[in-house]
């Protein structure tokens, strides 16, 4: 192959399924605003790709809403909902904000830690489960809480965690 | 968050003002002006990091707090706006108290690396934690340390410096165009950076580090080579494009260790191309000659500057007594003085020969008597972000001009539509509203059709030439392009460095002329370096200085299709500095004599001209002499010398001033530089964009070639000292020459898997890589001019392209 000028488009990397429903998010704002959809086209991609965004799938998305990588970037850093590393099928984000913590999540995170085997920010050999450190997601008056993979669990003991986590496929 | 950087206008009615009071002192101040702007205009100082008066407020390092009566809580004063009665404190203790604060608060993260810091002494953070910092931190816990990722050439990073102001990233939204850096991470782990390791690639990117208020993004050139307080800095004027941005050069001893933006509103404002800012290298390299040198039976000896005038004067002098004054030729670099090419010409008129040029980059003369009397912008530069639509000609205006595509963007972004007839779909940091791409033979075409979409209006411009436009039918963007010009009340027409240099130059410029004319546009023309002295000089073959009748002679083309036996060349090196290179190295070999003036050692690696110059005069580049240029507005700058010349180099008004002398001419008796303005001034001359006729004489186009080049000289080959400013060749923007084609094309000529291509044009061969671009038209081939690999190849038309033997 002949080298190109510029770097080979990305935008194949993007599933037609995907791209469809990024162009739903992009309806909803007015035409020049299209960059307006890039978390939920950060989203998209991420759930595409098994639950985390490569640069690739990030420049894919930069091309696709005409925006710069590096303000997409931006983006996916900011939050925590997105990953830039691969994950386990189970994303597990356990909040130790204020309310948490007055509640006793620091028994929730060690018994996490154990009962996996790995710190806060790791994934477990198997892939199966990724835990990850939130901070408050809005649901104090449960706590301590969990989210797992979208999914809000309260008022959570060591015993309704191993439940929890045990009825995962 | 944001908000858009204040547009300037002209004062303002009074009922816009209101009344307020600054530590007491009460003021009239603009509506909607935020508090900060009105201080400042005051001159009251309110200390600040991420506030800049040409970025959109952010607000977002709190270092302005001050204190405002009434208001509960201390304000910031860059995102106050001002209202009636307001009373504002910047040095009570409140406001004392809370600057202090955020001080502490930005110098937690900060590492107190002064001591190694280039920023050291000339560092907004530094100066301000001197005045609101505590002598002792209470912060005793670990500092964050950013990595840091390698962005290029120009600019080196310390990110653990950085206090997260975003001016950098502010620069690259809003003035650049094009956004590569950002902030990545939150709260404690935001970086700034590029996120992924990538060289930036604007032309206009050395600006962040004049922007950034600490040590995180500094000159890599000049790292670590000296103190801000070691520096004297001149007053200079750029050498490299028609804009004449505005620099300080900052010398330590004679050395010019780095140059940065002088501040001029009317020109550069207070940005800088990189080509400006890092051309300095160059006058520091190992290239540069020295000492006089003379060669005699093939061998090169170093003489002293008697010994070398004395023979350059009797080559001349031979060279004129055995074939006539005639037989002399002179070419001068753009990038010249005005006294320089003043002296130049006087010299060789003098003498009898007619035959100078600077138009080393035009190949279409056929307009000269028409000519106005030198290429003008059409408008101040400052004039160009009020056009409502421009239409660029044959112009890479973002890289060739950069300060003139930063004051177009301007406009741009005011609501200008710009569109263009280019031979190539350049990468403008906007959207063009209407473009016409396409071969060089039909561009011109494209423009005398956009010429018939307008005549409409104007039914008298078909008038002298109807057989020219009675065939042509305008295609949409044709006559959308017409429509917008027309249409708005301030509109321009810009003729790039391509137009300058297109075989039928001469035809664009007269259809140009009509354009603007049928539109109601300004119409501006763009020369290279300071080719506006070159004109009023009288570095020209037809016109003396300032457009006077004078002896006349051959341009620079008749002087390489006609090679003379004499050549004295100032500051070019004809290979690279003439679009016809290998015409000119043709004519230079045929030469029986040549003297040339030069900054720079000729490299046998770039040219022959260590096998055919006679004589090699160490002339001084822009930083060591005195001299003056004037840009495409028209406007003379006159500068002195930043440095004393390096080794035995001597400014050129002094080397022709001598030479002068030497070959018994009289009227070379100044004594200063001044004398040679005094005479060569002819007071204030009119600025005009027209020519003085029109004469359509030509056929409208000749015959297109299956494969057509085009040639365009990068903006780091333009002339032989940003060709050896080792940052600037490092960058993204000069990577080695191309070959450069779109997918289809390549198809049609079966090289889909060449990697590799051999091209012939003219009589020149080149082997160089090829690359897929989707930019560049069917039917053409772009490579590079200004190049040693490629300067051999005819630069215009018919052109060959095959897989390199072996590839
Ligand atoms: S690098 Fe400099 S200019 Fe950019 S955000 Fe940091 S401190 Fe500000
Ligand atoms: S603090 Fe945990 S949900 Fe609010
Ligand atoms: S200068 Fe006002 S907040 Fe930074």
């Known amino acids: 192959m002949t080298a190109q000028t510029s770097p080979v488009s990305s935008i194949d990397l993007i599933s037609p399924d995907s791209r469809a429903r990024i162009d739903d998010s992009i309806a909803k704002y007015p035409p020049e605003r299209k960059q307006a959809a890039v978390m939920a086209a950060l989203l998209i991609v991420q759930e595409q790709n098994g639950g985390w965004l490569s640069t690739e799938l990030m420049d894919a998305v930069a091309e696709y809403l005409e925006m710069p990588p590096i303000a997409v970037y931006e983006v996916a850093t900011f939050y925590t909902l997105y990953d830039l590393e691969p994950v386990g099928r189970h994303k597990v984000y356990v909040c130790t904000n204020i309310a948490c913590m007055l509640c006793g999540c620091q028994v929730i995170v060690d018994h996490l830690q154990k009962k996996l085997g790995i710190e806060l920010g790791e994934t477990t050999a198997d892939r199966k489960f990724t835990i990850k450190e939130a901070e408050c997601l809005a649901a104090c008056g449960g706590a301590p809480m969990f989210m797992v993979d979208g999914v809000y669990y309260e008022n959570l003991t060591p015993a309704k965690v191993d439940e929890i986590l045990d009825s995962l496929e | ?807």
């Open chain 2, 1 to 807: 968050m944001t908000t858009k950087p204040q547009p300037k206008t002209a004062e303002p009615p009074p009922s816009d003002l209101i009344a307020i009071e600054i530590n007491g002192r009460s003021m009239q101040a603009r509506k909607g002006s935020m508090v900060i702007q009105v201080a400042d205009a005051a001159g009251i100082y309110i200390p600040r990091f991420c506030y800049h008066h040409k970025l959109s407020i952010v607000a977002n390092c709190r270092m302005c707090l001050v204190e405002i009566e009434r208001a509960p809580k201390p304000m910031p004063a860059c995102a106050t706006p001002v209202a009636a009665g307001m009373k504002v404190f910047t040095h009570s203790e409140a406001a004392r108290y809370s600057q202090k604060a955020v001080m502490e608060f930005l110098l937690i993260n900060h590492p107190l690396d002064c001591p190694i810091c280039d920023q050291g002494g000339e560092c907004p953070l530094q100066d301000l934690a001197l005045g609101y910092g505590k002598d002792v931190s209470r912060y005793a816990e670990n500092k964050r340390v950013v990595a840091d990722l390698d962005i290029g050439p120009l600019i080196a990073t310390d990110m653990t410096r950085c206090i997260h102001c975003t001016r950098c990233v502010r620069f690259g939204q809003e003035i650049a165009g094009i956004m590569e850096l950002g902030a990545t991470g939150r709260g404690e782990h935001m970086e700034i950076g590029t996120f992924i390791e990538r060289s930036v690639s604007s032309e206009l990117s050395g600006n962040v580090i004049d922007l950034c208020p600490v040590g995180a993004l500094t000159s890599k050139p000049f790292r670590f080579t000296a103190r801000a307080w070691e520096l004297i800095s001149h007053d200079a004027v750029s050498p490299h494009d028609c804009v004449g941005s505005n620099l300080n050069v900052q010398v330590r001893g004679r050395r010019v260790m780095r140059v940065l933006p002088r501040e001029n509103e009317a020109i550069n404002e207070c940005w800088l191309s990189d080509r400006d800012r890092y051309s300095y290298e160059a006058v520091n390299s190992d290239e540069r000659l020295q000492v006089p040198m003379i060669r005699i039976n093939d061998r090169w000896t170093e003489v002293d500057w008697s010994t070398a005038l004395e023979f350059a004067a009797s080559g001349l002098a031979r060279v004129i007594d055995q074939h006539g004054a005639d037989q002399l030729g002179a070419l001068a670099a753009p990038g010249s003085t005005l006294e320089e090419f003043y002296l130049l010409q006087k010299l060789m008129r003098s003498l009898g020969s007619g035959n100078v040029d600077h138009r080393l980059r035009q190949v279409d003369f056929s307009d000269d008597d028409v000519a106005p009397v030198y290429p003008w912008l059409g408008q101040s530069i400052a004039d160009l972000e009020n056009l409502e639509a421009v239409l660029l000609v044959g112009s890479y205006l973002r890289k060739d001009q950069p300060i003139l595509g930063h004051r177009v963007r301007k406009a741009q972004l005011q609501g200008a539509q710009v569109m263009a007839i280019n031979p190539v779909d350049y990468d403008f940091t906007y959207k063009l509203a209407h473009a016409v791409i396409t071969n060089p033979l039909e561009m011109v075409k494209s423009l005398a059709r956009v010429a018939k979409a307008l005549s409409a209006r104007k039914p008298g411009i078909l008038a002298q030439k109807p057989e020219w436009f009675s065939a042509l039918e305008p295609n949409p963007a044709e006559r959308a392009i017409a429509e917008v010009l027309a249409g708005k009340d301030r509109s321009g027409v810009l003729l790039g460095n391509y137009a300058a240099s297109h075989p039928q130059a001469a035809v664009i410029r007269v259809l140009a002329e009509l354009v603007a004319e049928a539109a109601d546009a300004t119409l501006g023309q763009l020369a290279e370096g300071n080719g506006v002295g070159g004109w009023l000089g009288g570095c020209v073959p037809h016109r003396g200085p300032a457009g006077t009748a004078a002896l006349s002679g051959r341009t620079t083309q008749a002087m390489i299709d006609e090679p003379r036996r004499g050549f004295v060349v100032l500051g070019a090196e004809p290979e690279l500095d003439c679009l016809d290179g290998a015409g000119a190295r043709r004519a230079m070999e045929a030469a029986e004599f040549v003297v040339m003036l030069a900054v720079f050692k000729p490299s046998s690696a770039t040219t022959r001209a260590l096998e055919y110059a006679d004589v090699l005069l160490p002339l001084a580049p822009f930083t060591e002499t005195e001299g003056t240029f004037v840009n495409c507005e028209g406007r003379a700058q006159s500068f002195a010398n930043a440095t004393r010349p390096l080794g035995e180099a001597r400014p050129g008004w002094k080397i022709l001033r001598v030479l002068g002398n030497h070959l018994g001419q009289s009227g070379f008796d100044y004594v200063s530089i001044d004398d040679v303005r005094a005479e060569l001034d002819r007071g204030q001359i009119a600025p005009s964009g027209r020519l003085k006729h029109r004469a359509l004489a030509q056929r409208l186009s000749g015959e297109r070639p299956a494969l057509a080049r085009i040639t365009e000289v990068p903006l780091y080959a333009v002339d032989s000292c940003v060709r050896r400013a080792p940052g600037l060749q490092r960058t993204t923007d000069n990577p080695p020459p191309p070959v450069r084609m779109n997918a289809r094309q390549i198809e049609a000529l079966g090289l889909d898997d060449a990697q590799q291509v051999t091209v012939r044009a003219g009589e020149g061969e080149a082997t160089l890589p090829l690359l897929v671009d989707p930019r560049v038209p069917d039917g053409c081939v772009w490579v590079p001019g200004g190049y040693p690999q490629t300067f051999a190849l005819a630069p215009h038309g018919a052109t060959s392209v095959i897989k390199a033997a072996g590839a």
